[in-house]
Every structure is written in structure tokens, then in C-alpha cells.
């Protein structure tokens, strides 16, 4: 391949749209949440239904942790997002034992999973 078109083709490659998110990839990686997340009344951390438009910390009959409580934003899909990638730094304390997803990919899917949860 000629040079010119080599650096024309990784230009294109670098700046052409992302695919659009995959609600079926993220419930797929919703499977590693589903072990704390399962809307049953003993589970170790909120049902994830409804998220989008919730206030952080309010779903009623779930005990949440004190900075989680007082975190007082509403969930939106860019705090959903830097949430799952690491949610100590959007939410210092909180006590979701989970590190954060590395793939941006993951990420976009399992929030667009998240989105479609009613």
C-alpha cells in the first residue's frame, strides 16, 4: 500500500463514528452485576431499574452507604458512565466493591443496558 494512502486510511480509521452502543453486549456484561444488583429484597446493592432520572442514594427500602446518601445528583448517562469505569472517584466511600470496567465499549453497552431498564 502507498504511504499517502496507508495514513489517509488510519486518519479515516481514527476519526470515523464509534458503533452504536449494544444493549445486548450489556446485558451480557451485566451478568457481573447481576450478582449484587437483582431487585431481590436481600440484595447486596439497589435494583438498577429506573436508574436513569434517579437521584443517587433515594430508591426507597435500599440502605445505602452514607456518602452514596449524600451524594444527591441524579443519574444521567455521562455519571452512569464515569461511574462504571470507577465508581470511588465519582462517589468517594461508596461501598459497591467493584474496581470499575476498563472498555470503553463495555461501558457504553452496559449503560445503554441500563438505560432500557424500566
Not at 452504536?20 to 429484597?41: E, K, L, T, Y
Not at 459497591?96 to 472498555?103: A, E, K
Amino acid at each position: 500500500m502507498p504511504w499517502d494512502l496507508f495514513i489517509a486510511a488510519r486518519l479515516i480509521a481514527q476519526v470515523a463514528p464509534q458503533a452504536s452502543p449494544d444493549p445486548d453486549h450489556g446485558r451480557a456484561v451485566f451478568q457481573i452485576c447481576s450478582a449484587c444488583h437483582n431487585g431481590r429484597a436481600d440484595a447486596l446493592g439497589p435494583s438498577l431499574q429506573g436508574i436513569l432520572g434517579r437521584t443517587a442514594g433515594t430508591l426507597e427500602g435500599f440502605r445505602y452507604s452514607n456518602p452514596m446518601k449524600r451524594a444527591r445528583f441524579v443519574w444521567d448517562v455521562d455519571r452512569l458512565k464515569s461511574f462504571v469505569r470507577d465508581p470511588q472517584a465519582v462517589v468517594p466511600g461508596t461501598r459497591m466493591p467493584f474496581s470499575g470496567l476498563t472498555q470503553p465499549d463495555d461501558v457504553d453497552d452496559l449503560v445503554s443496558y441500563l438505560t432500557r431498564l424500566k
